[in-house]
């Protein structure tokens, strides 16, 4: 049975963790990567579509190409971060269907039905991208998630042999510096925003 963490690691994954615009100047690992994935990619999706393709930029010219397709500001920050991720959608994700779902036969429910596909590829691919944060941010990382970008600018520069694919978000990751964020932005109370029926 589940048992709930301890403040500590709420405060790390939630409470206090924040998005970082700068980063300490300390290196990224092709091994924490491979780390973060191996996390995200339990949290659930629907039939286990698993639609999120990432691109990990490491090197300068990736981080270029990728800053150029970005608004000035989070440019700059593309280019400042170890790492810069793209979280793209796989708008044919139901081809993987059959070993992903084995339990029935998932891809018939969006064959032909090109709507469905993309509406499941973005929301699934959305709630991945937020378990790329907390899979980071358990892992000590921090990001700078941003929608701040040309996505066809970004689908052109990086997935043009990959034309099924489509960029949803993009996220700098690397040791957050304390001195890049500002104050806090307010957070309503539950009855703001919440009703119990």
């Known amino acids: 049975m589940s048992q709930p963490l301890p403040n500590a690691s709420l405060d790390q994954l939630f409470r206090t963790a924040r998005t970082y615009n700068g980063y300490l100047d300390k290196p990224v690992s092709t091994e924490q990567l491979h780390a973060i994935w191996d996390l ?3 949290g659930p999706t629907s039939a286990n579509q698993l639609p999120a393709r990432l691109i990990w930029c490491t090197t300068d010219e990736a981080k270029q190409k990728l800053a150029a397709c ?7 920050k593309i ?6 991720v793209i ?3 796989d708008t044919q994700f139901h081809e993987q269907l059959p070993w992903l779902f084995p339990h029935t036969d998932a891809r018939a429910w969006f064959t032909g039905n090109d709507a469905l596909r993309e509406r499941s590829a973005f929301l699934n691919t959305t709630l991945q991208a937020a378990y790329f944060i907390v899979a980071a941010r358990a ?10 970008f040309s996505t066809d600018a970004v689908d052109a520069a990086f997935l043009a042999d990959k034309p099924d ?6 996220s700098t990751l690397g040791y957050g510096d304390p001195a ?3 104050d806090r932005s307010p957070r309503p109370d539950f009855d703001t925003f919440n009703s119990i029926v």
């Open 139 to 148: 892992l000590g990382l921090d990001t700078g998630p941003m929608t701040g």
């Open 180 to 182: 890049s964020i500002f």
């Open 70 to 76: 970005a608004m000035p500001a989070n440019g700059e």
């Open 165 to 170: 694919y489509k960029s949803v978000m993009i």
């Open 40 to 42: 995200m990619k339990m």
């Open 87 to 89: 979280v793209a959608m």
């Open 79 to 84: 280019l400042k971060a170890p790492v810069s």
